[in-house]
């Protein structure tokens, strides 16, 4: 069977991508899915998940030194709303995906982006994007490493979408 994370730089990479509490609060999932599935990804995994610290903090580890990292981990944990944790699959995903959210701070976010429409504060920017494929295959572990979380499937329209000639 395929790795969880796909295979990279095919039409099966995967990314880790989660509307934040703050996104959840200001109902703004269902646009999230929208532009995900309008652009031509496959969702092959989705979740509402309250995170436990201890997985916030290990999806979080690279920046456990910044002086966001107690905060982040905070508003990320606390229940106020769950965190809507998903997979998505499809040629160039992990880096599509990036672009799409836009950038960490949404005022440096081209309007068009997910951020750039919606957020104004880099501490509330609804959505987070793995920044690469070895960061999905860790991510997507995290997030969906019990058997059976991520689903393989065939859209039937799967070939209008991906065909390259
Ligand atoms: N963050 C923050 N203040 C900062 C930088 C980051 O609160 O100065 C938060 C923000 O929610 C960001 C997350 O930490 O999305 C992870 O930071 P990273 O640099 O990985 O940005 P991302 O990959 O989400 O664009
Ligand atoms: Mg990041």
Redesign the pocket.
């Known amino acids: 069977t395929k790795p969880l994370a796909g295979i990279k730089n095919t039409a099966s990479e995967r990314t880790f991508i989660a509307v934040?509490p703050d996104g959840v609060q200001r109902g703004l999932v269902g646009k999230i899915v929208s532009r995900f599935e309008e652009r031509g990804y496959k969702l092959v995994a989705i979740k509402a998940v309250v995170p436990s610290r201890a997985l916030a903090e290990e999806h979080?580890a690279d920046?456990r030194a910044?002086p966001?990292f107690r905060?982040?981990v905070e508003y990320m944990t606390n229940g106020k709303a769950p965190v809507v944790a998903m997979v998505w699959e499809g040629k160039d995903v992990v880096r599509q995906g990036r672009a799409m959210i836009g950038a960490?701070n949404p005022l440096e976010s081209s309007p068009g982006s997910i951020r750039g429409q919606y957020c104004v504060s880099?501490?509330r920017?609804i959505i987070?994007?793995s920044?690469s494929f070895e960061s999905a295959t860790k991510e997507i572990q995290l997030w969906f490493g019990k058997p059976g979380e991520v689903i393989d499937w065939e859209p039937a329209n799967w070939v209008w979408t991906m065909a390259e000639n």
Request: overall charge positive; proline content about 0%.
């Open positions: 934040k979080y920046l910044r966001f905060g982040l960490t880099v501490g920017n987070h994007g920044d």
